[in-house]
């Protein structure tokens, strides 16, 4: 069953009072939709800086602009590190974020810590709703269980249900609002709690029977692209030995109206998703005795391209009779992703780390950075990327700055298959 938006009129007589934890790329997005669609929200976070930031008309989120951010108080939002807040609730929102520690395991000591506030202040009646990325079982198992030690049953005292967040950063097309919403309540009257909830500001709310249900089409989404990626990660290289055009390749195969999906290789993968989510699942499975081995081996192959990027970048150094050894390489683009800010888990940084092992000099530019750290050694950043002197540039990001015609005539890398020219190769 697909449940549409409720019109303007319904809305208006079911606005609730609303927390959101959690400002980041997923909580901020879904402060602006339930206050355009007016929802008394207040944001929860435990960052002074960012809520310092909102409250004096600053964003810190890339799709959301500091214009936006002063609608939003102009709506009467207002952010807070005061959890007290959630003692006026009809619907808290957890957006906050689940990461792998050191050994890349599930770190969920945010969502823990978050459930433990809400916890403390939870009562009956409430709707919890989980939009953290985790694996199957988390909002039935440790998120529930948080919240019972208040006494109140889930379910019966209280509705719980996980939405996993679909936000996906710099996209002009697809936002929160027209992006179908996945819910799935503890129970059936759970999930129809959280339907109507999300039904005032998404277009389309599509519910399943349950949270691990909800959970796993995260997981699902996010595998699919880790696997492709990391198969056109592995044809690059073996297409450059071969030498076979893989980006010739790809656009030919995507003229196939049916059967075939188009995936682009690069440095690696980044972002706050690839490179984490399917390990959530990768990594709960083996704690229940089975391997997810398409998702270790999808890891293995995409953490591999920087090392990769790093050879060719030797081996055109080379050709060229200049050891890498010395050489300044200009790097271009250190997002992970292209036209955003967002360097969360960018393989730029894998790749200067190997080439300052090889005694390299690196240089970069962004448009969209002022600054980049790599294990607390600042990289020097250059003013005026395409005059800057260096014995060979690599486009790791495709920013749309980057004026095509000036990179075709350098001795570049490109990483990201945009670019063509007589010193030009490409991954």
Sequence with gaps: MIVAMANSDERSSDVCRLVVIGLGYVGLPLVVEAVSRGVATIGLDVSTRVVDGLNSGVSHVDDVSDATV?????GGFRATTDPACLADADTVVICVPTPLDSDRAPDLSAVESACRMVRDHLHTGQLVVLESTTYPGTTDGPVRSILEESG??????????FSPERIDPGNPTWG??????????????CTERAVAFYSQFVETVVPVSGPREAEMAKLLENTYRHVNIALVNELAVLSHVLGVDLWEVIDAARTKPFGFAAFYPGPGVGGHCIPIDPNYLSHHVKTLGYEFRFVELAQEISSRMPDYVVLRIVDMLSREGMSVDGATVLLLGLTYKADIADDRETPARDVIRGLRARGARVIADD??????????????????????????AVLLQAHSAYDRETLSQMFLLDTRGTVRGPRVERL
Excluded: C, Q
């Design 70 to 74: 002063g609608r939003l108080l102009a």
């Design 152 to 161: 109140l049953v889930a379910g019966r005292d209280f509705a719980l249900a």
């Design 176 to 189: 929160l609002h027209n992006t179908p919403k996945i819910v799935g309540g503890l129970t059936p009257a």
């Design 367 to 392: 448009p969209y950075l002022s600054s980049f750290e790599v294990d607390g050694v600042e990289v020097e950043m250059v003013d005026g990327w395409s005059t800057a002197a260096s014995d060979v």
